[in-house]
């Protein structure tokens, strides 16, 4: 049975983005879009520090519908942070920048349920830095732990290293150079999150027929795991989960 459900990414309330380099809502229709998300059954919220204020509105969010913050599973990450005064994102794997953004991030959000690392590559998914700092958010709640790949060796380290319970990366009908990745998760405890499922958005272009026959092509190939609607606009958003569920396979 296929048990894939869709989640929001929130990179796009948070800064420019998409193929048409959108720019993110006010604040008021950022937290109405995490509301709305709720209220039809998205349970599963993706931020970052490297989304700006991203992280900063769902835990505002949070902190203010108790039974959002209860209901629902949050994952943020930690490797690329953000800069407010360049307004630009900045990568680095240190132990000190890895605590530091995740202390932030536990501030901000109140929990994290699922703590991923980003722009992580085959070297960085074992250091020591980051198992360490992995170590230290266990401690301070956090159970499930990912990486955001963006290549199959970096994958197959992380998989053999047994730290993950996770791994994001991009796949759709446009861009399958990971599927070996995501067929070898269906046979693995290790759960993918797939982001860009729509290209960004221009698989999203035209019909709704687009729009189902892009979520289709991505579920067809999993057997569970989430997939993440990246959107900002609360139509589009309801178009998305409409398309999901007629994508059921």
Sequence with gaps: MNSCV???GLLSIGRTWGIDNVAPPDERDARELIETASEHGIRFFDTAPAYARS????GQV????????ASSS?????????DDVAG????SHSRDDLYRSFENSLRLL??????????????NVVSDDVLAVFEVARANGVKHFGASVSDSETAKVALRSDHYDFLQFPFNAQNIALLDVLETLQDEAVKPIINRPLGMGSLARGSDGALID????VRGHMKTGIVLTGT???AHLLENIAAFERARL
């Design 6 to 8: 869709l989640g929001l």
């Design 55 to 58: 992280e900063a509105i769902l």
């Design 62 to 69: 949070l902190k203010s519908c108790p039974q959002i913050f």
């Design 74 to 82: 949050i994952a943020t990450k930690m490797g690329e942070h953000w």
């Design 88 to 91: 630009t994102s900045w990568v």
């Design 110 to 123: 109140g929990r994290i349920d699922i703590l991923q690392l980003h722009k992580a590559n085959a070297q």
């Design 214 to 217: 892009a979520f289709r092509f």
């Design 232 to 234: 900002s606009r609360k």
